[in-house]
Nanobody
């Protein structure tokens, strides 16, 4: 099993910056793509950003130019730096990792963190 532990988040005023991080742990697992999704009240979970093991990134249009995703492969940790935050960025942010076990290397499963709240006040 893979466990994802998120940290960061909190309350920030509009226009401010905030960072969240997520550390993945799992004996015998390697992490492929990692990323962040978010879910606002009454809305579906949506993609924020993803990053491959090689560092290729993908962003939702709504966060391009404001959010930066990065990772440290040695620490199995993914980061999301957010700037110029807007009230519509308010949501629970979920970390995810596509992990492959050494026991079943042909199988990749997606694991999720417990979520961390980001609230942007106007």
């Amino acid at each position: 099993q893979v466990q994802l532990v998120e940290s960061g988040g909190g309350l920030v005023q509009a226009g401010g910056s905030l960072g969240v991080s997520c550390a993945a742990a799992g004996s015998g697992f390697s992490m492929n793509a990692m990323g962040w999704f978010r879910q606002a009240p009454g809305k579906q979970r949506e993609l924020v950003a993803t990053i491959t093991r090689g560092g290729n990134t993908n962003y939702a249009y709504s966060v391009k130019g404001r959010f930066t995703i990065s990772r440290d492969n040695a620490k199995n940790t993914v980061y999301l730096q957010m700037k110029d935050l807007k009230p519509e960025d308010t949501a629970v942010y979920y970390c995810c990792a596509d992990a492959r076990s050494s026991v079943t290397p042909m199988l990749t499963l997606r694991y999720w963190g417990q979520g961390t709240q980001v609230t942007v006040s106007s």
